[in-house]
C-alpha cells in the first residue's frame, strides 16, 4: 500500500506546481515533478541545516535571518536574487490554504472524567492530555450519596421490593383467598393458610429476623451480677489485706464457695433423677 | 352442731395412702387403663359403702383387701342436669338442679360418683381405724375432658409430630381419670407409676424412685412416691417426648419442653431460681418438697395449674431471649405456680369455699415477688387494675362473698339489721356459688382476684412482717405434719380454712380479726364512695361530703369505719382519717397554708420531695389535690370531684402511679388547653412510669377529638413522637429500632396506636397521620435491634386498623364492592396488610402477633364497608392446625360477624367448634368471647334468637358437658347473657308447646356415644309432665323421702302463697327507691325491654291466682322466684336422685358410659388382711 503522501511533501509538490506554471508549463510529468520536488526538499533541508549550523556556531538556540543568509551563501545562491524574484514574478497561484486538521476524536464511551488543560508552559499545539483516569486514578463507580435521608429511603425502597417481590411470588404459586366478591383481577391476594402441625413450632420459633446467637443467648442480668461480683471480690480483697487475721478466713470461705460454685456449673455432677439411667428389668426384682 | 361440717370430717373414712398405677397408655387410641387402690380407714365400724368419685371411666373390678369383690354403681348427674325438668328452658330453674347435680357428687358432701356397697361376707374388714384397701381397675377410653391427649395428624416419631399428653381439670377435676377421693380436704401420700413406651418421660408428682424396663425392653415404668400427704386434686401427670433441662442453680428443678424448644426453655426458665430464693426468704421456711417440675405442653387448659411438686404450664409461654412483652407473663406465671407450691399445693383447703385463702395467699406473694423484680410502680398498678375489675363485675353482677360457708356474725349492735339484706345478697347470681362446678368461670376469676385485694388489705391491718410470720406458721405446722403418719391425726394441720386462718393471726398478732373477716370475706360487694368539697375561704376550711349513694345497687354495699382522706396543700401533704358512719359524712377541714399565689416557694410533697409548680392556674384554694383511700385499703370504688386544674396537678404532680392514672381518667372530661399541656408534659416526663405515659397518649387522643374545632398545629403527639424516636437528620424519618429502653419500647409502641384514634372534624382520620403510620411501616428498620419487634409491627398493623371509619359511600347502595371502588387511603391500608399477612406465611414472626393484627383490621375494614363481609377468610383461619393466637383472632372476628350480620349457618360454624374442637383452653376463650359478643341483644328479638339455639345451647348445658364444668359454666353464662334467667321468648310457652315439636334439635346425631341419655328415653316431647317413677334403691341411703306426686300442684299454690306474702315488700321496696336520692344510671331496675319469661309468668299467675297482681316488677320477680328456689330445691334434688336410681335409667346408660358389671366375686377366702396402720 501506499504510504500516505507527506502533508509538507504535498505542499512542496503544490508550491512547484505553481511556479511552473509561471514558468509557462502546462503539464508536467509526475516523474518530472517528484525530481523537482525531491531536489527543491533537498535545497531547502540543506539550506535550513546550513542555518541551523550557523546558529550554532554563534551561539544561539533559534537562527536569526543572518543565520540563513550566511547558509544560502554557502550553498553558492545569491541571496539577494531571492528579492528580486519575489518582485518580479508575479506569483498567479497561492497555496492552497491548510487543510483544518481534524484531531483524532475520542470515543464518548470512553470518556471518563473532564481531561485537564494543558498548562501555560506546554504549547497549546501539542496533543492533549488523555482522560484523568488513565493517569490519575480511575474511579470504578460513582461516589455513594451518603446522605442520611436517602439512604434510609433507599433501603426501606429496596426491603419493601424485595418482600413485594416474595409475596407476589408466593401469592401466584400458591392457592389464594379473596377478599372481593368478583373473581376477576384479585389485585390483594391473600395467600391461603394452611395448617401446620405441630403448630407452635413455627410460632415460637419465628424466622423473621436473624439475630446474633449472642443476642438470643444474651443476658443483661448476668454481666451485671458478674460485674458485682468482681466489685465485691475486689473490695473483699482490699478488706482482707487490712484486717490480717479474719481477712484470711474469708478468703478462704469466698475462694471455697467458688470452687464449689464452679464445679456445681460444670454440671458433672448433677444429681437428678431423671439424667440416670433406666433400670433393667432384673434390677428391680433384686432389689 | 358443735363441729362444724367441714370438708375434712364429713367422709366416714379417712384415706391414707392410695397407688395409682397406669399401664395402658395407647397414644393411637387415646386411651389409658390404670388401676388404683386407695388404703381407707374407717371412722365407724359400721361403714358399708365407700363413695368415691369417678367419672367418665370404665369400672372392670372394685376389689378390697384383694380377696374380695365388691359391687358398686356409678352414676353421674351432669349427664343429664335436669332430669324431671325436660321442658323448662330457664336458668331459674336449671340453677337448682345444676347445684343439686353437684352437690350429689360432691365430696366434701361425702357423696360421689362411685358407690362401692362393701358385701356382707367382707363386713369384717371393716374396722374402726383398720386399714382397708380399696382397689379398682379401670379404663379411659376416649375421655373428653381430665386428660389431654395432643397427637398431631403427621407422619414421624413421637419427637417428630410431638406427641404428648397431661392432665388438666377445672379445680377439683382429678376424677376425670383416675378414681379418687376428689376433695382439697382429703390427703394422703401416693404411689404413683406410669408405664409409658421408651422414648416417652413420664412426670408425675413426688420424687422420681427409678425407672424400669418392662421386660419386653421396649416401654418403662417411672416410679413416684409424694411422701407428703396430698389431695388428689393436685396430682397429675404429663407423658411426651420431652427434653429435660436440669436447672444450672437448682438441681431439684427439672424443666421439660417438647422437642426442639430446648434453647427457649433455657432462656425462660434463667431466673426462676430467684423465686424460689425470694419466697423461702419472705416465708423464712424452706420449700416443702424435694423437688419441682415444671412442664411446658401444648394445648393447655389454663397458662399454668400448679399441682404437688409439679407444675403443667402452656408451651405458649416459651420465648426466646429478644422477646420482650411476654417475658413479664411468663415470669408471672412461673412465680404464681411456685407460689402455690406452698399455698394451695403443700398447703390445701378445707372445703373449697377456703380457695380465696390459698389463692389470695399466694397471688399476694408473687405480687410481693413482682413488686421486687418488676418494680412498685408495676405492683400498684397491678392493684389498681384488679381493684377495678372487681369492682366492675360486682356492679354488674352482684358482690362476690369469698367465703360463703358461714354467714357473718349478726352484728352485736340492733340498729338496722343487715341481715335481710344479706339474705339478699347471697342468691342473686344466676348460677349457684355454693359449688365450684356450678360457678361461672367469670365469677371464679374475680373472686380470685378479691382475694388478692383481701389478703393485701389484711397486710394493711396487721402489717406485712406479721403477716409473713402467720404465713410461716401454717408452713410451719404443715411441715411438721407432713413428717407424721396418719395415725397422728396431725394432717388437718395441712389444711387451711378461714376460721384456721383467723385464729392463727390471733395467736400470732393478738388482733382479733373476726370483724375484718366478717366484713370483707363473708361479706361480698365493696363500698363506693363519692367525694365532693367546698372551700370556705373565710375560715380557711374545705367542706368535705363524702356519700355512699348507691347503697343499694347490686354489689355495693355501705361502709362503716375509718376512711383515709389525703389533702395536698400548699404547705404540703395532709392526712386525716375521717370515720364512715353514715352514708352521708361531712367533715370541715382546717387547711395548713393559707392561699398564696404568688409567692415563689417550692412545694414539699408526701414522698418528702419539694418542687416547684406553676400555681397560676389555682383557685383561691390551698388544696392542689384531694384523694380518697390512696392506699388502696378498701374494696372500693371512688368518685372525686375536683376541678380540673386540680386533676392537672395531681397528674404532674403526684408521685403515686395509681393517682396519675385517676388525673388521666378524670381528665378526659375536660378537654381544655391546659389538659393537653399536662397530658403532653406527662407523655414527654422520662421519670413518669411507662404504663401512665402510654394511658395518658390514649387520653390525650379522646381529648384532641374533643378540641377539634379549635386545635391547632400537627395532629397530637406528632411533635413528640418525631422527637423521642426520629431520626437525627431526617425527623420525619424514623430512627433504626433499639428496643434497649423498655420504656420508649412501650411508647413507640402505644403513640401510633394512641394517634390512630385521632379524627378531624369531618370524623375521618386526618390524612396526615395515616402517611405518619405509613411511613413507620415503610422506614421500619430492625436489622441492628436486639430485640424482636414483632409486637411493634402488629401494633402498627392494629394502629392501621384503628384509622379506619364507616366508609363514604361513593357508589350506589347495592353495588358489590370492587377493589376499584376502594378509596385511595383504603388502598394503601389494605395492600400495607395484605403485604404483612403474605410475608407471615414464608416469614412467621413470634406468636403470628403480626397475621392476628391483620386479621383485626381486615374485620374492621369489612366491618365498616369497605370491604365485603365475607366469613370464609376468617373460617380458614380458625381451623384446628393454626396457632392458637391466630384460631383466637380469627374466631373473634367470626364472633363478631356473627354479631353484625351472621346467619345461623354461622353461628352454628362457632357453636362446631365450641363443641368439637380438641382443644379445651380455645373452647373456653371462645366461649368467653360469645359471651362479651352476643350474637344478639338480650330482649331485642334478634335474627339469631331462634329456639335451635335454644335448644343447642340447651343440650349443652344439660347433658353434654359433663366433663368439663368449665365450660359448661361458660355455656350457662352464655344463656344467660343471651336470655336472662327466664324461659326465652322465642321458645313458645308451655301450653304451645305440642304444637312445636321442642326436641326438634338432636344433638344424639352429632355424638352417638351419649344418644341414650336417659332424658330423651324418659320423656318424650310432650307438654304433660309425667311424675316420676320412684324406685329407690336400697342400697343408698338418703336422710328423708319425702312424696313427690302431684309437684306440680303444689308447686303452684306455694307460687300463690309466695305472691301474697310478697306484695307488702314490693310497697316497702318502691318507697325505699323514692327515697333515696340516686344517680342516674345507678340502681335502675325496671324492666327496660321485654324479658324472656315475662309472659310465662304472668301467664302462670292470672292462671293460679285470679286476685293476683298483675304487675309486678322484675325485680321483685326475681325475688320470688329464689326464694320458690330455696324450698324447691330439696325435693328436685331428691326427685332426681331417685329417678336416678331407677334401674331401666341405669342401665341405659351402664352401656355407654360405665360399666356396672359386677363379675359375681368367687373369693370369699383370705380374712385375716386387713392392715392396721
Known sequence: MEPQPNVYRKMLAAAISSMLLEQGYDSVEREALGTLTEMMQ?????????????????????PVIADVILGFVEMGFNFNSLESYYRTVKHSAVLPPLQQQQSQKQLSMLAAGSKQPLPSHIPQHLPQFPDPHAYVRTPTHKQPVIDYESVREKAAIQK???????????????????????????????????????????????????????????????????????????????????????????????????????????????????????????????? | MKKER?????????????????????????????????????????????????????????SLNDHYEAHFQYFDPFLDVCQSDTDTRSLDAFSSHHLAAALKVDPDNSSGELVVTIPPEAAHLVAEGTALRVGIEFSLEQSEGGIHFVVPPKEGSYAERGVHLFTYGHQNSSRLWFPCVDSF??????????????????????????????????????????????????????????????????????????????????????????????????????????????????????????????????????????????????????????????????????????????????????????????????????????????VKYEEEFGGIVLDPSQP???????????????????????????????????????????????????????????????????????????????????????????????????????????????????????????????????????????????????????????????????????????QIENTVVKADITCHSKSRRNKKKKIPLCTGEEVDMDLTSMDDSPVLWMRLDPEMTLLRSVVIEQPDYQWQYQLRHERDVTAQMEAIVALERYPTPQTRLALTDTIENEQ???????????????????????????????????????????????????????????????????????????????????????????????SKNRHSDNYYRASLVEALGQTITPVVSVVAQGTPITAESLSADTKLILEEITRLLNLEKALPCYKYTVSVACLDAIRKLQKFGHLPSRPTLFKSYAVYGHFIDVRLAALECLVDFVKVDGKWDDLQYV????????????????ANLLIKHPPFKRAHRGKLDIPELVERLWTNINCMLSHDSRLRCDLVDLYYTLYGTKRPVCIPLLELAGIIDLGKYEPAAKRPKLATIPKRAASPPAPVKEVPQQVVMETVEYVDLEVVAGEEKVEKEEEVMDIKVESPVLQKQDYFSDNSVSLPGMGQSGPVGFEPGM??????????????????????????????????????????????????????????LSSMSSTPSPNGMSLGSTETI
Open chain 2, 408 to 578: 357473718p356474725a349478726p352484728l352485736p349492735v340492733g340498729g338496722n339489721a343487715p341481715q335481710p339484706n344479706q339474705k339478699h345478697c347471697e342468691e342473686k347470681f344466676y348460677f349457684p356459688t355454693r359449688n365450684l362446678h356450678t360457678m361461672s368461670p367469670m365469677y371464679i376469676d374475680t373472686l380470685l382476684k378479691k382475694a388478692l385485694l383481701v389478703m393485701r388489705m389484711l397486710e394493711h391491718r396487721i402489717g406485712q412482717e406479721l403477716l409473713l410470720q402467720v404465713f410461716n406458721k401454717q408452713l410451719s405446722l404443715a411441715t411438721n405434719a407432713a413428717q407424721q403418719k396418719i395415725g397422728s391425726g396431725l394432717w388437718g394441720h395441712m389444711l387451711i380454712s378461714t376460721n384456721v386462718f383467723t385464729k392463727a393471726i390471733f395467736t400470732v398478732t393478738g388482733k382479733d380479726m373476726a370483724v375484718f373477716i366478717d366484713q370483707w370475706v363473708r361479706t361480698g360487694g365493696h363500698a363506693k364512695f363519692h367525694l365532693t368539697s367546698v372551700f370556705n375561704r373565710k375560715r380557711n376550711t374545705i367542706e368535705l361530703e363524702i356519700r355512699q349513694d348507691a347503697t343499694t345497687s347490686l354489689g355495693i354495699r355501705k361502709y362503716v369505719g375509718p376512711l383515709l382522706v389525703t389533702l395536698q396543700e400548699l404547705d404540703g401533704t395532709f392526712k386525716h382519717n375521717l
Open chain 2, 911 to 926: 357453636l362446631d367448634i365450641l363443641e368439637n374442637d380438641p382443644d379445651p383452653g380455645l373452647k373456653h376463650k371462645l
Open chain 1, 42 to 62: 533537498a535545497f531547502i533541508t540543506e539550506t535550513a541545516s546550513l542555518s541551523k549550523n550557523y546558529c550554532e556556531l554563534a551561539g544561539r538556540v533559534e
Open chain 2, 688 to 782: 413518669c412510669y411507662y404504663k401512665v405515659r402510654c394511658r395518658a397518649a390514649h387520653c390525650l387522643t379522646k381529648v384532641a377529638n374533643a378540641m377539634v374545632s379549635n386545635w391547632a398545629g400537627p395532629p397530637a403527639m406528632l411533635a413528640i413522637f418525631r422527637k423521642f424516636f426520629g431520626s437525627f437528620a431526617a425527623p420525619h424519618i424514623i430512627r433504626q429500632n433499639n428496643f434497649q429502653n423498655f420504656q420508649h419500647y412501650y411508647l413507640q409502641k402505644n403513640i401510633p396506636l394512641a394517634m390512630a384514634g385521632l379524627r378531624n372534624t369531618h370524623g375521618i382520620c386526618p390524612p396526615e397521620v395515616i402517611r405518619f403510620l405509613l411511613d413507620l411501616f415503610k422506614y421500619n428498620d430492625n
Open chain 2, 185 to 390: 380436704a382429703e390427703t394422703c401420700t401416693w404411689k404413683l407409676e406410669f408405664t409409658v413406651e421408651d422414648e416417652l418421660t413420664a412426670i408425675s408428682n413426688g420424687d422420681l424412685n427409678e425407672v424400669v424396663y418392662t421386660p419386653d425392653m421396649r416401654r418403662k415404668t417411672f416410679h413416684y412416691s409424694l411422701n407428703v400427704p396430698t389431695c388428689a386434686p393436685n396430682i397429675s401427670l404429663a407423658v411426651g417426648p420431652f427434653e429435660i433441662f436440669v436447672d444450672p442453680y437448682m438441681h431439684e428443678v427439672t424443666h421439660f419442653c417438647l422437642p426442639s424448644l430446648l434453647p427457649l426453655l433455657k432462656v425462660t426458665t434463667r431466673y426462676m431460681h430467684e423465686a424460689f430464693e425470694f419466697y423461702e426468704e419472705t416465708l423464712s421456711n424452706r420449700y416443702p418438697y424435694s423437688c419441682y417440675k415444671q412442664v411446658f405442653v401444648d394445648e393447655t387448659h389454663e397458662d399454668y395449674r400448679s399441682y404437688a411438686t409439679m407444675s403443667i404450664l402452656s408451651v405458649n409461654l416459651l420465648h426466646s431471649a429478644v422477646i420482650i412483652d411476654q417475658v413479664y407473663i411468663t415470669r408471672k406465671a412461673m412465680a404464681q405456680a411456685i407460689a402455690e407450691q406452698f399455698f394451695g399445693c403443700f398447703i390445701s383447703m378445707q372445703n373449697w369455699s377456703d380457695v380465696w385463702l390459698n389463692k389470695g395467699i399466694s397471688q399476694y406473694l408473687c405480687g410481693l415477688y413482682c413488686k421486687k423484680s418488676f418494680g412498685n410502680n408495676e405492683y400498684r398498678e397491678l392493684i389498681q387494675s384488679t381493684l377495678q375489675d372487681v
Open chain 2, 6 to 62: 367441714t370438708g375434712d370430717n364429713c367422709r366416714p373414712f379417712k384415706l391414707a395412702h392410695q397407688i395409682v398405677s397406669l399401664t395402658g397408655i395407647s397414644f393411637e387410641r387415646k386411651s389409658i387403663i390404670g388401676f388404683v387402690e386407695l388404703t381407707v380407714v374407717p371412722l365407724r365400724d359400721n361403714l358399708r359403702m365407700v363413695k368415691l368419685n369417678a367419672k367418665q371411666c370404665r369400672i372392670y373390678r372394685v
Open chain 1, 160 to 287: 419493601r421490593d424485595m418482600e413485594k417481590a416474595l409475596t407476589k411470588f408466593l401469592a401466584k404459586t400458591s392457592q389464594t383467598h379473596n377478599l372481593f366478591d368478583t373473581d376477576e383481577a384479585n389485585i390483594f391476594p391473600l395467600i391461603a393458610c394452611k395448617p401446620v402441625y405441630p403448630p407452635y413450632l413455627s410460632a415460637l420459633l419465628p424466622q423473621d429476623q436473624i439475630f446474633d446467637p449472642e443476642d438470643l443467648d444474651f443476658d443483661p442480668k448476668s454481666q451485671i451480677i458478674q460485674q458485682q461480683k468482681n466489685h465485691d471480690r475486689a473490695k473483699k480483697k482490699i478488706k482482707a489485706e487490712i484486717k490480717t487475721e479474719p481477712g484470711e478466713e474469708v478468703e478462704q470461705e469466698v475462694d471455697h464457695n467458688e470452687s464449689k460454685n464452679s464445679e456445681d456449673n460444670q454440671g458433672g455432677l448433677i444429681d437428678n433423677p431423671y439424667l440416670a439411667a433406666t433400670k433393667m428389668p432384673g434390677v428391680m426384682e433384686i432389689s
Open chain 2, 1095 to 1152: 309472659f310465662k309468668k304472668d301467664g302462670e299467675k292470672h292462671k293460679t291466682d285470679s286476685s293476683g297482681k298483675i304487675k309486678k316488677k322484675k325485680k321483685d320477680k326475681k325475688k320470688h322466684k329464689h326464694k320458690h328456689k330455696h324450698k324447691h330445691e330439696h325435693k328436685h334434688g331428691k326427685d332426681k336422685e331417685k329417678k336416678e336410681k331407677d334401674p331401666n335409667k341405669l342401665r341405659l346408660k351402664e352401656e355407654t
